[in-house]
C-alpha cells in the first residue's frame, strides 16, 4: 500500500492512522519490522506512549504516522478512555 501511495507520502498530505497492532519490544515502541517499513519510506511514528491497556501489559497499537519532517501533525496525545475500552483515544 504504501508503495502505491508514493506520490502522496512524499507531500506534506499524507497522514495514516489507526490500530496497527504491532507492538515492539516495550510499552513505547512498534515492531521492528514495522518501523523498518517506516524508515524505507520516510515516515515517522508520532504517538509516544501506549496506547492500549490491560492489567497485565502496556502496548502502543494505536500509531498516527507522518512523513519525517511534516508539519501537518504537530501535537498527538494519548488521553485515557476511563475503561470504555481497553484502547486510550489518540487525538
Known sequence: MLDKLGDIIDTDRFV???DFNCSGDSSTSVSVDLQMLFDAHGLRQ?????TR???DVSNLLDLV???????????????????ASDHDIVT
Open 16 to 18: 495514516a492512522c489507526g
Open 46 to 50: 508520532l504517538v509516544m506512549s501506549p
Open 53 to 55: 491497556s490491560t492489567p
Open 65 to 83: 504516522v507522518g512523513r519525517v519532517g511534516s508539519n501537518c501533525v504537530t501535537q498527538v496525545a494519548v488521553q485515557s478512555s476511563h475503561n
